[in-house]
């Protein structure tokens, strides 16, 4: 039996027209099911967009499989391990985007890429870009290029109106950035059309660059769409760059606070995980404490006023 603790994470996807997504569904969600393989994949008319978890063995059949299919026979993967899961269900959904911006884009406008290997290149030479962070505002305080900029935003839908906080670089060369490479892709075309004249897209993302070039130019964590929240890149020797937000230090835990009301993605390191058992603040513990004392009375036919007066 193969090894458990062995699991490859699987990150892909690929602008292409799709056209039969209902069929298209069906089909790639009996196949992952049949494969026992998890994680959920996305279909829209404008293409395909997965993160997906199995053993060596499975990923591997899925790839092939996925392949066959002569739309996405040259889908990149960018691929991790792990040692559970990190996700809970199989799913296949239609969208109306793959990557949701809420607007229509012309994809034909992206701009060209730059491997890993060239924006080290430009690094190590000093030459003179704009390293442009296309994620949100959480992903970035995790993890960084080096003097990387941010649009402070919350969703990917506001990077277009965002746009206008760095309209004195329309002539400079920007380089957009994201985890696997699908945001920037987009966001490229979105500046272009915009009217940035010389932009360029890291192809494959932080990951990528991160498994050729660890310990170089990138900085901290990376933040993955999963129950993981942080990945450290198999296993690269960076450093942690945020503090916990309850006691300041180090710390690169991210979780949602467990009063249900308030529901805070915030970092926290494991001793104040344990001493605010999951909640953001002694505030919010008191009312996680309620919360739970009252669903043990209404499991129990009773009404927590009654104990509280």
Known sequence: ??????????????????????????????????????????????????????????????????????????????????????????????????????KKINMNKKADYISPKELKELYDKKEEFVILDA??????????????????????????????????????????????GIRCEKASAVMKEAGFKKVYQLKDGILTFGKEYPNSYWEGKCFVFDKRLISDMNNSNEKTITKCETCDELSDLYRNCRNVHCDKLYIQC???????????????FEVFKIQCLDKSFKNQGRRIEKIVA
């Not at 196949?31 to 990923?59: F, P």
Request: proline residues 2%; aromatic residues 10%; contains cysteine.
């Open 1 to 102: 039996m193969e090894n458990i603790n062995k699991i490859h994470i699987l990150l892909f996807y690929k602008f292409v027209p799709l056209k039969d997504l209902e069929a298209l569904q069906k089909k790639h969600l009996r196949y992952m099911k049949e494969l026992d393989v998890k994680g959920r994949v996305l279909l829209a008319e404008e293409g395909i967009n997965g993160s997906v978890s199995g053993t060596k063995k499975q990923i591997e059949e899925y790839k092939n499989w996925l392949k066959m299919d002569s739309r996405f026979s040259d889908v990149n993967f960018k691929e991790e391990i792990g040692l559970e899961h990190p996700f809970r269900r199989t799913q296949v959904v239609i969208r109306d985007e793959i990557v949701a911006i809420g």
């Open 135 to 180: 994620r949100n505002y959480y992903e970035y305080k995790v993890g960084k290029f080096k003097n990387a900029i941010h649009l402070d935003i919350k969703t990917f839908r506001e990077f277009p109106e965002a746009l206008g906080k760095i309209e004195n670089l329309k002539d400079k060369k920007v380089i957009t950035y994201c985890t696997g």
């Open 270 to 284: 494991k001793p104040c995980q344990e001493n605010f058992n999951g909640c953001c603040s002694k505030k919010c």
